[in-house]
Structures are given as C-alpha cells and as structure tokens.
C-alpha cells in the first residue's frame, strides 16, 4: 500500500477502506507518511469529503494512535461534556458536580485556554491547591468515589489528533466538518465515556458562525458517536454574547458558585440545567423530563454544590476559597466601563470580549504564556439591555495597569448600540439526539 494511492483516490473522490485511512493515521504518526503527504490528503478530504463510514474510521483510528481510558468498570454511567469553546463558559464547572451528585460517573480530561476562548483547567487552577494533574489509578479512584474527576488532557492522548490540527492550521483545512468531527470525536472517544454530550456553540464568539454550521456539524458528530457505540446527544447554543456575566479565571469560579448554590439564574444556569438533563438521561436510562427535575432538585437541596467541595477537596482545592469566593486573590486595578450613549446594546461580539479579557491577562495569546488568575470582566449589562450615557457596562480586573486602555477599547468595540429594543437571539437553537 502506497500514500501515494490513497491520496489520488481520495482526490478523485473516492471513498477510502479501513486499512487505508489506518496506513493514512498509522503512517503520520510514526512519520512513514510525510507531512507534505499529509497535507495533501487533508486538502483532498476537504474538498471532496467523506462519508460517515470514513469519518467513523478515521475517529476510531486517530483516538487509539495513543492512550486511551477503560472506563468499562462503570457501566453506562460514565458520561462527558465536550463544549466547541467559547466565552465565558465555565459550564463543566456546573454541569459535573451536578450529574456526579445524581449518580453520574463524571471522568474528563480539560483543555487549557488558547485565544479569545478560556479553558477549564486554567479556570480549576486559580483554586489554590487545585492538583490538575493525577495518576491513572488515582483519577479512576476518585471517579469511584467521588463520581467527578477532571484533570489536564494527557499527553499521549489521541496524538494523531495533535499533529494534524497543527498540520490543518498551517494548510487551511480547518474548518472542515469530516475533520473537525474526528478531530474532537476522537479525544471523547479515546476518554472512554459511555455517553457523550456536546455543547455546540454557535456565534461570533464561537467556531462555527452560523446556526447552519453548527447544526451541519452536530449532526454529523451524534452521528459519527453513535456509529463508534456511544450514547450522544448535541445541543447547539448561542455565542454571540459571552455566557453569564464574568469573564476570566477566578472570577468564572465566583459565577459556577453562585449558580450551584442556588443564588444565580439567567443564560448560564439554563444551558447548564440543559446539558446536565441530558448527561442524567443517558447515564441513568431515564426520560430527560425526569432528569431535568433530578438537576433541579440537586441544586435546590445543595446537593450539587456539596458535590462540587467534595470534587475540589479530592484533588487538593482549598474548600474554603469555595465556601467564601471572596478570598480569592483581588486584581489589583478595577476598572469601570461607561455608555457612550442612551440605547440598548442591539449587539455583543464575544470573541471581541474574550479578547479584550485576554489583553487584561485572563488568556493566553500564545500556547505557554502565564495567566492572572484574578485579571478578567465582568458584564454589568448585556445584549437586549437599556442603558444611559454615563451608565456603567462592565468592569475591567487586572494587576497590570496598562492593559486597561488596550482592553476597554476592544470592549467597547465588541458592541453595537440601538435605538430600538432588539430581538435577542435564542439562547439553544435546537438538540440532536
């Protein structure tokens, strides 16, 4: 078998067997396959596609080039949230402990923050204490035990994946949907949980920018999860405006507080009740009706926050930081952001507020710089909101005084001002089962 061949029948669009999308993985990772063979064979793939048998090969191939997790010892409990990215989404924060306290065996691997979008292991990290890093035995102990463990993503885990994202950057390839769907398909897959849920955002703030897209591809990853023996469910949500209304590390943690404790309703907490309904439903084999009420009740007893201190004392948080979010390290400079104008805010653009909080050191613009763990906004007003000249927005956080400048006017970039109420998009465009 030759690259050569594959790649000329792909670009003639034709459709690949397993043992040549396996010569195809197989030979990137080991490095028989060049990477200008590579990127010749993704550009064949993104111009010609591929069918769902396939992508189904090629996502089960890429998630066992490396490590993978058995998590065969509980049952259809295990269940994982994947969320496309977006601002500040500090779902996983809400939704684990959540579905760990109904019963849920909650075992996932986080990403860290890159670009305008955060990360939920950088988010963890701003509790002190928090260990992100566990081993095997201890990490599927503590899921025993505990029913929630969430941990950085190993190195070895799908590591086909990670050469060709990177690969797909450099060519131009990424935004497409047989790629994309293997490519995160293939982490959950290789992360061994029986059920799956995906939190597809949709948005200015997010990867896919129309609901089309988003909707293209939900669908083909539920379907491409359900051909590899998972239970799936997607549910597209909205990104336009970032979700709750703090931006930023630490200050993210203060919000998922106040959610689990019952204090905060609004945007995030009805996308969290969504998403952990479903994870309920496929864990325990019940109606989404009967689970949504389960996730109801779990924060109206307290039982879901006494779940969540549970979670961040296994892995070494200081529960106290938890209990009282007010001793959590203050940025040194606070900021208020004013209305240039009377109106409404007809219009957010989050990736625009992700940048901004960016600028104040909440993210990383490139792949190993720090992070301010205190640095971040918060929204005062949102889209669909009134507000009079003078009136404050938002407020920055920062201990670096001169990114204050630099972030308000990305801010204040991000929003578009009317003189009429608008439509406010919907917050959930529809669910993929």
Known sequence: MRMYDIIHKKRDGGELTDEEIAFFVNGFVDKTVSEGQAAAFMMAVFFRGMTDAEISSLTLHMAHSGDTVDLSRFGNLSVDKHS????GDKTTLIVAPIAASVGCKVAKMSGRGLGHTGGTVDKLESIPGYKTSLSAEDFMEQVE?????????????????????????????????????????????????????????????AF????????????????????C?????????????PLGNNVGNALEIQEAVSVLKGEKTGDLRDVCMTLASEMISHSLGISVDESLKKAENAISSGAAFAK????????????????DTSRFQKAEYIHSVVSPVDGYIGEMNAEKIGIAAVALGAGRAVKDADID????????????????????????YTNNHGSIEEAEKKYLEALCFADEKPTVKPLIYGVIR
């Open 373 to 396: 763990h205190a640095a971040g906004i918060v929204l005062l007003k949102k889209t669909g909101e009134r507000v009079s000249a003078g009136e404050e927005l938002c407020r920055l």
């Open 84 to 87: 496309t990215g977006g601002v």
């Open 229 to 241: 023996g998972r239970n799936m469910t997607a549910v597209i949500t909205d990104m336009n405006t």
């Open 308 to 323: 969540f201190k549970e979670w961040i004392s296994a892995q070494g948080g200081d529960t106290a930081y938890v209990d």
């Open 208 to 227: 896919m920018k129309t609901v089309d897209d988003a909707r293209s591809l939900a669908e083909k990853m539920v379907e491409i999860g359900k051909r």
């Open 145 to 205: 035990k505990v029913g929630v463990a969430v941990i950085g993503q190993t190195g070895n885990l799908a590591p086909a994946d990670k050469i060709m994202y990177a690969l797909r950057d450099l060519t131009a390839t990424v935004d497409s949907i047989p790629l994309i769907t293997s490519s995160i398909m293939s982490k959950k897959l290789a992360a061994g949980s029986h059920s799956i849920v995906l939190d597809v955002k949709v948005g200015s703030g």
